[in-house]
Every structure is written in C-alpha cells, then in structure tokens.
C-alpha cells in the first residue's frame, strides 16, 4: 500500500494510491449538469438491458488530469448499436456512422456521444488491421494504447463513478507518463509510436523508461503501417496545438527518418519556427508538411507523395515547396516584386511559407515576407469593367492588361489610378500590333 486509500475496483485487482481519486468528482467537476443527466440516463436504459456501460479512454483521461473534455466516448458490454437506438429512440437523438465494428453515434441537440461494444483485438502481423471481437470491458481496455488511455469510469448508477483500472492508469496520470500495456505494443500498431509521442507531449509528460526503450527499438515497423494509416496519423500531429514539440521529438528518437529518410526536424526547424510565431504569423497544419518537404530532392519527394498517398492538396504542397525553393535559389540579386508575384502566385502559400522560414538567406527571407504580406495582395486600382470601358477589347486581352497593371503597381511605376489609365491608353495604340 502506498498510502491513504484504495480505488474501489470493479472485478479487478485493487490498485492504491497516495490520495485516492474520486472519479465521481472528477465526473461532476469536469462535465456540465445536463451531460451528466443524459449520461446517467443512457447508464439506465443500459442497465434495464442489461448491459453494464462505462465513459472511457481519452475523456476519463482529461477528467483525471482536469482538463477539457472533447469527446464522450462510451463502451458498452453487449451490441452498441441496439443500444445506442433505444436510447436515441427514448431521448431524442439522432443514430448515424453505425460501423461493422459495432459502434455508432448518437447526437442529441447539445452533445454527439460515441457509443462502442467491448471488443477484444487480435493483431494476425505487425501493422495489420486487428481482427475484431466481442468481448468484456477488460479486453477493452487491454486492447489500447497506453496505461492512461486504459482507464474507465462506471456509469451504471449503482456503481456510479467507479473507476476501472487494471493498467495502473491513474499512477501514470499522477506520475505524468506514457507507459505502453505490453513490450509488443508498437510491433502490433506502430502508429502507436506517433501516439506516444503526440501525448507526451500535448499533456507536457514523458515516455516510461520502458516505453521509450521499445518506441526505439521498433520504430522501423512503422514501414509495416499502410500509407493512409500513417498519413492519418502524421495529420494528427500537425493538428496539435504545437506540432513541432511532437516533429522536435521525433526527430531526436529516430522516428521521422523511419517513418521516411529524409524528414528532419533540428534546432533550426525550431528557431526559425519560434521567430515566425513570435512576429504574430499563422501556423497553418499543412505548414509542417510543407516544412519537412523542403530540404529533399524530387525523387525523395514523389516518393514521400506515393508512400503516404498524399491527397491532390498535400502532394501539392509538397511539389510546391521544391518550386518555391528552386525559385528562390535562383535569385542572385533581390528581385523586382512583379518578378516574384509572377513565379510564386501560382504556388500554394504554405510552400512559400516554408521557404520564407527556412532559406539561409535574410535577404531571401525577408523579401518572401515582404511577398506574404504585400505583394501578392496588390491589385490594380482599376477593374475589368474599367478596362472594357476605356476600349479593351472583351476576351483574354482584359486579364493580360489586368496582370501587366498589378506588376507595375507592385514596382511602383504607377502610383495613381489616372496613370493606370494612362497606362491602358498607351497600351491599347500597341494592342493592334501585338498577336
Ligand atoms: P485525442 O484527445 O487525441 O482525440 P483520444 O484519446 O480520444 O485522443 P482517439 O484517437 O480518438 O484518442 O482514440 C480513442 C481511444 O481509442 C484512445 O483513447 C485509445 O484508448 C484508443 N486507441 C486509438 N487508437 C489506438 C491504437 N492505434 N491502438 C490502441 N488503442 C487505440
């Protein structure tokens, strides 16, 4: 015993603590009233089924650590579904993305609540998807990720608030670490690798000396994970509220250049980072992307768009960052503006982004920013419909004169609308000549 108190247990070993939690308060502290309500009355309907209902996972983690609870997400022993439609059926709520796996959600006017059938998880090889059972609360837990992922909170009233946790979850929580359940959890899923690495560092924790020994160890079976597995969770570490903590660690554990040579994520990924959030400017989820495309070659890249089957928007934010850098490699002395609004406007900003973060050169740097944040904003003072009134003929002549204008107001040689016009005047006496 380590000290005052015991966690009452449901079925499972008794685990002790310092200071024994109350998950009821941590329920009643971290949820709304009427959430509450609605779950002690799907605890009811559950149990008149007879099936024992628990909240579980992230939640129960988020409650433990006082944190905001984003999803509500529930396990039942016995068909979720069933389940799920009588308690739509009694509270007004709506049934949808009902899987083969028996889950489904239920949304009610304030809150969508993810309901699951206990299952147990058999992995057949590394990386492949588990082949997928019924099973008892305990295998439920047994099949997840990481001990403070493993953790549920009874909901059936009699044994309300009652805390489950055969992994020692609490301890973690408490102790602040990310611990795997078993020493082949990466081998089945290496997913979990990227997982790991985003908890630890969005809840400000560390890995298990184990945990971290093993990450390691089999960080190269993250080649075993199918290209829209890791693609899925790569997008789930650029939607962190601080990406390069998780790309940071990444790095110095080995992980991005298993997961494909090449990524790189040093110190100077992290300055120059620091410096672009310190000026006030957006940090996009599709910057990082852009950020660790940057320094390889274009084979490396197109293998980069194959092996995690990017998407038409993600492939292109790859082939246009080594546009951009190839651009801007290119330019020895600083270019007129209308040169770089030329060759950059057609490229997707985060390319760009990236190259005004990461190129060596100040002057390069500084001029990208100048494009970011002037440039490729400027228009002509004058409209289409300014132009079809000064005598521009209808058709493609109208976008040309409109784009030879822009370039101009950018390098400052028309500062006024009259010389814009004046401008149209003399160009429309060249037209005739032009083909
Ligand atoms: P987040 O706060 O990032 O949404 P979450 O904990 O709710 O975190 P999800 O990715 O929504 O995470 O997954 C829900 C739960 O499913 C997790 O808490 C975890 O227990 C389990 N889980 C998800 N992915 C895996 C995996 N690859 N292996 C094992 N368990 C997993």
Redesign the pocket.
């Known amino acids: 015993m380590l000290g005052t108190g015991t966690i009452p247990l449901i079925g499972y070993q008794e685990v002790a603590f310092g200071v024994p939690p109350s998950a009821e308060t941590a329920l009643a502290d971290g949820l709304p009233p009427a959430l509450l309500d609605l779950l002690a009355c799907i605890g009811q309907v559950a149990l008149q089924r007879g099936q024992p209902l628990y909240l579980v996972?992230?939640p129960v983690?988020d409650l433990l650590l006082r944190r905001p609870v984003?999803?509500i997400?529930l396990v039942t022993e016995g068909d979720a579904v069933d389940l799920a439609r009588a308690v739509a059926q009694r509270f007004g709520g709506q049934v949808s993305a009902v899987s083969q796996f028996l889950t489904a959600k239920v949304r009610f006017p304030l809150w969508t609540v993810d309901l699951a059938t206990a299952r147990r998880e058999i992995y057949p090889s590394p990386g492949a998807l588990p082949v997928v059972q019924p099973g008892s609360i305990h295998d439920d837990l047994a099949?997840?990720?990481f001990t403070i992922?493993?953790i549920a909170i009874d909901l059936t009233p009699a044994r309300w608030g009652h805390l489950l946790d055969p992994f020692g979850g609490y301890g973690d929580v408490q102790g602040r670490l990310v611990r795997i359940l078993h020493d082949r959890s990466f081998q089945d899923?290496a997913?979990?690798i990227l997982?790991a690495l985003?908890y630890e560092q969005r809840l400000g924790f560390a890995l298990e000396a184990h945990t971290c020994y093993a990450l390691k160890r089999d960080r190269g079976f993250l080649d075993t994970i199918s290209g829209d597995r890791l693609r899925r969770e790569v997008e789930?570490v650029f939607q962190e509220p601080m990406p390069e903590r998780v790309l940071g660690r990444a790095h110095d554990l080995g992980v991005l250049g298993s997961l494909f040579p090449g990524l790189q994520w040093g110190e100077e990924h992290r300055q120059a980072l620091i410096r672009w959030r310190e000026e006030g400017r957006e940090v996009s989820p599709l910057l990082f992307l852009a950020l660790l495309a940057y320094p390889l070659s274009l084979e490396r890249a197109e293998a980069l768009v194959r092996r995690l089957r990017l998407p038409r928007r993600w492939a292109e934010v790859v082939r246009h960052t080594l546009q951009a850098r190839e651009i801007v490699a290119r330019w020895a002395s600083p270019p007129r503006p209308s040169q770089v609004i030329e060759s950059l406007a057609p490229l997707r900003p985060e390319a760009v982004e990236a190259c005004a973060i990461l190129s060596t050169e100040q002057a390069h740097r500084q001029t990208l920013r100048a494009y970011l944040d002037t440039w490729r904003s400027l228009r002509p003072r004058l409209s289409a419909m300014d132009l079809l009134a000064l005598g521009v003929p209808q058709g493609p002549w109208v976008g040309r004169l409109l784009a030879e204008l822009r370039a101009r107001v950018a390098d400052g040689l028309l500062a006024t609308e009259e010389e814009e016009r004046a401008y149209v005047r003399r160009r429309l006496h060249t037209l005739k000549e032009e083909p």
Do not use: L
Request: glycine content about 12%; hydrophobic content about 10%; charged content about 65%.
């Open positions: 996972g992230g983690r984003m999803d997400d099949r997840r990720d992922n493993a899923d997913t979990r997982r985003r789930r």
